[in-house]
């Protein structure tokens, strides 16, 4: 089954820095990447996904990108701000796949 | 507003009850997911039902149960069979079974001692 390896857990950067966090992937039918963001005592919220047919999205300060050769994807946010302090999930499923499968979080800490 | 609803946020429970948390939607989803987090891990699924009166197990299904008697309810049991129930307990739902994009409720911190 697929198994979605997450890195770092934790990631601790200065306010206006870039951030990234890495996730890779073993099913190689998955085709569409998800990411949530997590706040304290919260719910996920889905902030911006990724399907197989494209390399990369942004919205805004977001961006993604996926390799799927390398199974590969990442998520990059531009210009850190204190509300960007989270935990963020990556995930993968395919088409038809009756479940998403988690990684493990990252905890985003943004530095004043 | 359309959303998912949990009640109650907290809930505390001795050890050897069962208890039930409640998921509702008004989004008109056909699909609904229980999932539960650890401190440190990612989410990990416990039941979902892609119909109404049609549910499966997920990965972590045993000591839980459920029911989906209308489309708007999926409530999760947790039972006494449980062995480490203490956990935060998310509804989810999609529009479709099989849809990609799933919709997360606030979450039940469930603690019991």
């Known amino acids: 089954g697929e198994n979605v390896e997450q890195h770092p857990s934790t990631l601790s950067v200065q306010e206006g820095d870039s951030a990234v966090i890495k996730c890779t992937y073993s099913d190689s039918a998955s085709n569409y990447f998800p990411w949530y963001k997590q706040e304290l005592g919260k719910g996920p919220q889905l902030i911006i996904d990724i399907r197989s047919n494209v390399g990369e999205k942004k919205d805004q300060r977001i961006a993604v990108t996926l390799n799927k050769t390398a199974k590969h994807f990442s998520l990059h946010i531009t210009e850190t701000q204190p509300e960007d302090s989270a935990v963020y999930f990556c995930a993968a499923t395919y088409s038809s796949a009756s479940k998403i499968i988690f990684g493990s979080g990252t905890r985003l800490s943004i530095r004043p | 507003d359309g959303g998912i609803t949990q009640s109650p946020k907290y809930l505390f429970r001795k050890e050897g009850q069962n208890v039930t948390l409640s998921c509702e939607q008004n989004l008109n989803h056909d699909a609904m997911y229980w999932y539960r987090q650890d401190p440190g891990q990612g989410l990990r699924l416990i039941y979902y039902?892609?119909?109404?009166?049609?549910?499966q197990k997920g990965d972590i299904a045993e000591g839980y149960s459920v029911s989906r008697e209308k489309k708007e309810s999926f409530p999760l049991t947790v039972t006494s069979a449980q062995k480490n129930p203490t956990a935060f307990y998310l509804c989810?739902?999609?529009?479709?079974?099989?849809?990609?994009?799933?919709?997360f409720g606030p979450g039940t911190r469930l603690t019991v001692t």
């Open positions: 989810a739902s999609s529009i479709l079974a099989g849809s990609l994009e799933q919709y």
């Open positions: 039902s892609q119909i109404v009166n049609d549910f």
